[in-house]
């Protein structure tokens, strides 16, 4: 079987670039704002998450220990609540072959998403600047949650790591 991206001496093929790439930190400038494709947040979802990761709270597993707590439907985990819009943002990509390195993120949470809701990501980037190591930069940005009310249900602030238009590859990404 041949390699449709690489000749036969392993060398990239020229004639056919990738389709998608992500921004630089360069092209990632303050104020700059886009919102992710939704997503509905399914029983699957919840079920899938709680076993993999150990979230056996009864508050998660059990409707009508939810209900008596005062939530009108199966309460989802802010984690996975996170790890859904996280993925919005990849799906989108923005940082798609640009991204090195995630360094620090806060994270609130605002109200309850239930299993039936439907979430959106809606990112501005707050801070874009050089790092100490050439042709990369450190890019910081708010994202904001939203169900399909319009209400906020979550915030996160990622600091990450993203290629320069300049970034060659040689160095480690340690240390940046």
């Keep these: 079987m041949t390699d449709p991206v690489h000749s036969t001496n392993g060398e990239m093929r020229a004639e056919a ?17 886009f919102r992710t494709a939704s997503r509905t947040v399914t029983e699957t979802d919840l079920v899938n998450f709680i076993t993999l990761c150990g979230f056996n709270e009864p508050l998660f597993w059990d409707a009508g220990h939810a209900r008596a707590a005062g939530y009108a439907g199966r309460l989802v985990p802010g984690a996975l609540t996170y790890a859904l819009a996280e993925g919005l943002v990849i799906q989108s990509h923005v940082l ?29 980037v707050t801070g874009a600047r050089a790092s100490s190591k050439p042709g ?3 890019v910081e940005s708010t994202v904001t949650v ?15 790591l993203i290629r320069g238009r300049d970034y060659t590859g040689v160095d480690d990404v340690a240390g940046s």
């Design 17 to 33: 670039p990738p389709i998608i790439t992500g921004q630089t930190w360069e092209d990632m400038t303050v104020g700059t704002r």
């Design 96 to 124: 798609h072959g640009t991204g090195l390195a995630f360094m620090h993120m806060e994270l609130d949470v605002r109200r309850p998403v239930l299993v039936g809701d439907t979430i959106t990501a809606i990112v501005e």
């Design 136 to 138: 990369r930069g450190v």
């Design 146 to 160: 939203v169900n399909q009310r319009g209400d906020d249900v979550l915030v996160f602030t990622p600091v990450r």
